[in-house]
Nanobody
């Protein structure tokens, strides 16, 4: 089993930066990806970014490409999301999860970490 714990959220003004962390405990599979997702108030959860365990492949939603950067530290079993040039529309609860080849998440959603961007 795998447990995922998100951290690093907080309140920031537009244009600011924030770095989120996702610590994974237990075994994960190198053939799968780790991803970040977010859910804004009144909206569905959406994909933000993903990275292969090797760190060789990354993927970004159009809304964050060029502003966010995902990375991974295999030794620490931790995935990071560096968020720059934050906008009010980035306000959401951010979650991490492992996904298979088809894009299906493999574990129960954690509590996430709240990011609030004010104008």
């Amino acid at each position: 089993q795998v447990q995922l714990v998100e951290s690093g959220g907080g309140s920031v003004q537009a244009g600011g930066s924030l770095r989120l962390s996702c610590a994974a405990s237990g075994r994960t599979f190198s053939s799968h990806n780790m991803g970040w997702f977010r859910q804004a108030p009144g909206k569905e959860r959406e994909f933000v970014a993903a990275i292969s365990w090797s760190g060789g492949s990354t993927y970004y939603a159009d809304s964050v490409r060029g502003r966010f950067s995902i990375s991974i530290d295999n030794a620490k079993n931790t995935v990071y999301l560096q968020m720059n040039s934050l906008k009010p529309e980035d306000t959401a609860v951010y979650y991490c999860n492992e996904a298979d080849h088809a894009g299906n998440v493999l574990h129960a959603w954690g509590r996430g970490t709240l990011v609030t961007v004010s104008s």
